[in-house]
């Protein structure tokens, strides 16, 4: 089959291929022509075909596979949080809050009743905008700040993103990621450039060369990276300040999706000359998913390209919503819940690592809901015994960028609601596992 693809540069060949896959002349699986080839028929130098591809390959629509070629992609669903549907088995690879520990709305709701709102009317509920400006105020650009409310995080970050960027545009990401970061990325038609995450969070090379690439934005999360628990330290947010700092126009976005729950504190990327940049806080974690609400501080330019895509009378967060946070977070008996939650899921996570290092898997806990554990074989095998014995866990490779690479050796567990019993089942359970896992990939 002659394929018609045309253009002369590296973007105009990958527009090309592109509009080839949406029409539907190349489909999941088709192979592509080999570089020579290609770069023959357009009478191009063949790097600019390589080029080509790999714009393509980078943003999820190609993928290469050595002497094999280069073909479609299959547009596999990016995998979701929450509960597996259908399945008998004990799920502990949510990611859910503990819905015991969620403070309950009836008694904030008596209280938050008001005029209604109309079309035209600012879209910010005067004090729910007070409030966020004192929770925004450890943001190091704070004097310059504005305040954005957005229908949850994964919302702020889809817009920021969208009135930034266009298609191919690199987008920075933490690897491995938070899947809804994976999923807008990836559904923006951005190309997602991996950055490594250590103990102490992104790392400095890994920013350095997501920089040399090219990135236009950065979406970091300074404390419980989610799924490693990884939180930014002082000197590693000094560094990668240092970095960012001759890069003022990036677009940095940092989720900080843990907040009050976090036990750790909050060191940020953005300095305090940085000139695009947005720090998002969530409520959903510690108010409950459905809890639709965000807060964004950003700076004046990037606020301003965010409210247009926060027409009044289509996407405005409703303002019976906005006063209902606002209620619950100025109540001193609800703040002293969230408090309670917080010290909760660090203790049991940690109490869930020292059974597990005592069944000979160590572990250690980080911030957040999930533990991260690594095992010493790939975590896949690992996963299907424990699915015999009655668990369904979730791997590492739903969360790294690249599909194709190394098979994950890491575990996300949600265990935070297993009582003492259940704890030490799974532990003993993962412990077995991994043993019969390690006794088959054996020589």
């Known amino acids: 089959?002659?394929?018609?693809?045309?253009?002369?540069?590296?973007?105009?060949?990958?527009?090309?291929?592109?509009?080839?896959?949406?029409?539907?002349?190349?489909?999941?699986?088709?192979?592509?022509?080999?570089?020579?080839?290609?770069?023959?028929?357009?009478?191009?130098?063949?790097?600019?075909?390589?080029?080509?591809?790999?714009?393509?390959?980078?943003?999820?629509?190609?993928?290469?596979?050595?002497?094999?070629?280069?073909?479609?992609?299959?547009?596999?669903?990016?995998?979701?949080?929450?509960?597996?549907?259908?399945?008998?088995?004990?799920?502990v690879g949510t990611g859910n809050p503990d819905p015991d520990l969620i403070p309950?709305?009836?008694?904030?709701?008596?209280?938050?009743?008001?005029?209604?709102?109309?079309?035209?009317?600012?879209?910010?509920?005067?004090?729910?905008?007070?409030?966020?400006r004192e929770w925004m105020g450890d943001v190091p650009a704070a004097d310059s700040m504005r305040i954005t409310i957005t229908s949850g995080a994964a919302d702020a970050v889809e817009r920021l993103l969208a009135q930034a960027l266009t298609r191919d545009d690199g987008v920075a990401l933490e690897d491995p990621c938070f899947l809804a970061s994976i999923h807008t990325v990836r559904l923006g038609g951005y190309r997602p450039v991996p950055v490594p995450v250590d103990d102490e969070g992104m790392t400095v090379d890994g920013l350095r060369a997501a920089l040399a690439e090219g990135v236009r934005a950065v979406v970091c999360t300074p404390r419980a990276q989610n799924p490693t628990g990884a939180s930014l330290s002082a000197r590693r947010a000094a560094e990668l300040r240092g970095l960012l700092a001759e890069h003022p126009y990036v677009l940095v976005i940092e989720d900080d999706h843990f907040s009050m729950l976090s036990q750790r504190p909050y060191h940020s990327l953005i300095g305090p000359e940085h000139r695009r940049w947005a720090l998002i806080r969530s409520v959903s974690k510690f108010l409950g998913p459905d809890m639709c609400v965000a807060v964004t501080a950003s700076d004046p330019h990037t606020a301003d390209r965010l409210a247009m895509r926060l027409t009044p009378g289509t996407t405005w967060v409703s303002h019976l919503l906005q006063r209902l946070v606002h209620a619950l977070v100025t109540d001193a008996d609800v703040i002293e819940e969230i408090e309670r939650a917080g010290r909760h899921y660090a203790r049991r996570n940690a109490a869930f690592a020292e059974r597990l290092t005592a069944h000979g898997v160590p572990a250690a806990p980080g911030d957040g809901l999930n533990l991260w554990v690594r095992v010493p074989v790939p975590a896949r095998p690992v996963a299907e015994q424990l699915m015999r014995r009655?668990?369904?866990?979730?791997?590492?490779?739903?969360?790294?960028?690249?599909?194709?690479?190394?098979?994950?050796?890491?575990?996300?567990?949600?265990?935070?609601?297993?009582?003492?019993?259940?704890?030490?089942?799974?532990?003993?359970?993962?412990?077995?596992?991994?043993?019969?896992?390690?006794?088959?990939?054996?020589?």
């Open 1 to 91: 089959m002659t394929l018609d693809i045309d253009g002369s540069s590296a973007s105009e060949i990958a527009l090309s291929l592109r509009g080839l896959i949406e029409r539907g002349s190349l489909r999941a699986g088709d192979p592509l022509p080999p570089v020579r080839s290609l770069a023959e028929q357009l009478g191009v130098n063949r790097n600019t075909v390589v080029a080509a591809y790999r714009q393509l390959a980078q943003g999820g629509l190609l993928v290469t596979r050595g002497r094999g070629g280069t073909h479609v992609a299959e547009r596999s669903p990016v995998p979701q949080e929450g509960f597996a549907p259908d399945s008998v088995l004990r799920d």
């Open 104 to 132: 309950d709305p009836t008694r904030a709701l008596a209280r938050m009743a008001g005029r209604p709102v109309l079309y035209g009317e600012p879209v910010i509920d005067p004090d729910l905008e007070s409030w966020a």
């Open 390 to 443: 009655g668990w369904l866990a979730r791997i590492g490779d739903d969360f790294v960028l690249d599909a194709d690479g190394e098979p994950s050796m890491r575990l996300r567990l949600t265990v935070h609601d297993l009582d003492d019993a259940d704890a030490e089942q799974l532990a003993a359970d993962v412990a077995a596992a991994v043993r019969v896992a390690a006794e088959r990939v054996s020589p």
